[in-house]
């Protein structure tokens, strides 16, 4: 989990709500998550905060604050080409998968 000192600070947010795939764990996900942090997400500055939830009935949330909703949309972008990031995907459920980005407004 990523907390930097900006957070109140931010106006754009990405939210992936998802299961898991059958057989993927949610340790496993906890932990591509820490590393995520530490070794990819880390050298935005324009990303405020980075976190998991966990909702009812196997949902997870995915959030990003970041400096904008562009800035997030940026970030998100960048999954793709990351070996860690590629490592968490595959434990998702492509099928449940709702991504949304938003931008502060108050």
């Known amino acids: 989990m990523i907390f930097k000192q900006n957070t109140n600070c931010f106006s754009g ?5 998802f299961r898991l795939k059958d057989g993927a764990s949610e340790q496993d996900l906890i932990a591509l998550s820490n590393k995520i942090d530490e070794e990819f997400l880390s050298q935005f500055d324009d990303l405020y905060a980075h ?8 949902l997870y949330a995915d959030v990003v604050l970041a400096s904008s ?7 998100c ?3 793709n080409d990351n070996e860690l990031t ?6 998702i459920d492509p099928e ?3 991504m949304s980005f938003w931008t502060k407004i108050s």
């Open 96 to 98: 449940s998968v709702n």
């Open 13 to 17: 947010v990405e939210i992936a709500i």
């Open 77 to 79: 972008a960048l999954w």
């Open 86 to 91: 590629t490592k968490y995907i595959e434990k």
């Open 51 to 58: 976190f998991l939830l966990k909702g009812a009935d196997g």
């Open 69 to 75: 909703q562009q800035k997030a949309e940026e970030i």
